[in-house]
Nanobody
């Protein structure tokens, strides 16, 4: 099993910044990918950013140029630096980890952390 613990959410004014962290522990393979998703009230969960084990990143168009995802492999931790936050970024942010063994992909989720952008 793998456990993911997110932190860093909170209330911030438009134009402000937050940094989310997600620490993974447990039975983690050598190669794994991690991602940040978000879900706003009444909306489906959407992918925000993703980082592979080699460090390649992907960003949703809505956050490109504002959000940066990074990882600290020795700590099994990923970060999401969010700048120039907008009201539409308000959501619960979830961290996920996926790893593959013997052609089976295992996916794990954190409990989520609330981000609220409001004046």
């Amino acid at each position: 099993q793998v456990q993911l613990v997110e932190s860093g959410g909170g209330l911030v004014q438009p134009g402000g910044s937050l940094r989310l962290s997600c620490a993974a522990s447990g039975n983690i393979f050598r190669i794994y990918n991690m991602g940040w998703y978000r879900q706003a009230p009444g909306k489906q969960r959407e992918l925000v950013a993703r980082i592979t084990s080699s460090g390649s990143t992907y960003y949703a168009d809505s956050v490109k140029g504002r959000f940066t995802m990074s990882r600290d492999n020795p700590k099994n931790t990923v970060y999401l630096q969010m700048n120039n936050l907008k009201a539409e970024d308000t959501a619960v942010y979830y961290c996920d980890l996926d790893q593959t063994w013997a052609s089976t992909t295992y996916n794990y989720w954190g409990q989520g952390t609330q981000v609220t952008v409001s004046s």
